[in-house]
């Protein structure tokens, strides 16, 4: 016999299994005076125990979220069953847990202060917002915002290059939870983007210095530190012997392809320059600093690299890495006293690692 897909969809929801001590419940209901209040008291005769409520506009009424304790032996499908009896539908049962008890407001903002201290665990912090089953990163031309699966899946653009997608199988996502997770990373982007913002740093001799993101039009100073940094300075960061750089190069040096400049200011003047560069899927990135010979050993290459790991950890880096050449150990002294404690390279010439997780 043909189902239709309102009874495949009830029939998933009200399986039997071993539930918990808290259920989710939603229950689609006309939004008229009183209908709320009848089915708190079948909840009660039921000897359910209501442990917290919430209210989701939907087209055509409304959808109550309810957290209940049940009664010892009832079954989910003789709840749903009573909601029924009410003129009202059980569009959704689910497990809950102690983090269902907190009211919405208060989880949001408490999933956004996670979001921004630990930005490489957005997507587990958006499936717990958006209480979800999965949500995983996917590159944005492959995201299919389209395709949402009668309400059951859910796109969110998370930086220009990759997408969020969100899956759920026991309840469709409603607009109120989708304009929350993309307020939520909207939040997060804004925060990305203030993180990059200019920074004063103090050298060892007292000068201050701005540290600032690069940009097209510092092409020409940053060809003058180029001009000013000796054959060795030169080759310490480019592995190469050469007096300067094409001019062809600039550009890729201050809007490195995924990655990012960082340009060390002193008055008119660029004096170091720092950069990240993704690599494979982007949990780690590779960093590189070059910093003006006359202004060397006064912690302008410490105060670039400690602010690289700010940005790093921002971008959702997991790990930095630099190239170390035989019998030079700067950037390892540079990466120590930044405070970050870097892992030696296991043998001459191979890859410094630091930990940004730790």
Not at 120 to 131: G, H, N, S, Y
Not at 138 to 153: D, F, I, M, W, Y
Not at 279 to 286: D, K, R, Y
Not at 297 to 306: D, E, I, S
Request: glycine share 8%.
């Amino acid at each position: 016999m043909h189902q239709t897909p309102h009874a495949r969809t009830t029939r998933a929801v009200v399986a039997e299994a071993a539930g918990s001590l808290t259920w989710r419940l939603r229950i689609r209901m006309d939004d008229r005076p009183g209908t709320l209040a009848r089915i708190a008291i079948r909840l009660a005769d039921l000897e359910c125990n209501i442990l917290g409520l919430s209210v989701l506009p939907v087209p055509g009424g409304v959808l109550d979220e309810i957290v209940v304790r049940p009664a010892t032996g009832l079954t989910r499908n003789h709840l749903v069953a009573a909601i029924a009896a009410e003129g009202c539908e059980c569009t959704g049962i689910v497990d809950a847990d102690i983090r269902d008890l907190v009211d919405s407001a208060t989880a949001t903002l408490g999933a956004a202060t996670r979001a921004v201290d630990e930005p490489a665990k957005t997507a587990e912090i958006l499936r717990d917002v958006l209480a979800a089953d999965l949500v995983t990163t996917v590159p944005l031309a492959e995201a299919n915002a389209s395709r949402t699966e009668s309400g059951h899946r859910a796109v969110f653009e998370l930086d220009g290059e990759n997408a969020l997608v969100a899956r759920r199988r026991w309840a469709p996502f409603v607009q109120l939870e989708l304009a929350r997770a993309t307020a939520l990373l909207g939040l997060l982007r804004s925060v990305r983007a203030n993180v990059s913002g200019p920074v004063v740093s103090t050298c060892l001799d007292g000068a201050e210095l701005v540290l600032r993101p690069g940009e097209p039009r510092d092409a020409d100073a940053v060809l003058a530190l180029h001009d000013r940094c000796s054959t060795a300075t030169l080759f310490h960061r480019y592995h190469t012997g050469t007096s300067t750089v094409p001019r062809r190069w600039l550009h890729r040096l201050l809007v490195p392809p995924r990655g990012v400049s960082l340009l060390a200011v002193c008055g008119r003047e660029i004096i170091g320059l720092g950069q990240l560069i993704p690599a494979g899927t982007g949990e780690s990135a590779e960093f590189s600093l070059l910093v003006e010979d006359s202004w060397q050993r006064n912690g302008v290459g410490t105060a670039l690299l400690a602010r690289l790991a700010v940005l790093a950890k921002a971008r959702g880096h997991r790990e930095l890495t630099a190239v170390c050449l035989p019998s030079q150990d700067a950037i390892h002294r540079t990466a120590v006293r930044a405070g970050l404690g870097p892992t030696p390279p296991a043998e001459p010439g191979g890859l410094l690692r630091i930990d940004l997780t730790r």
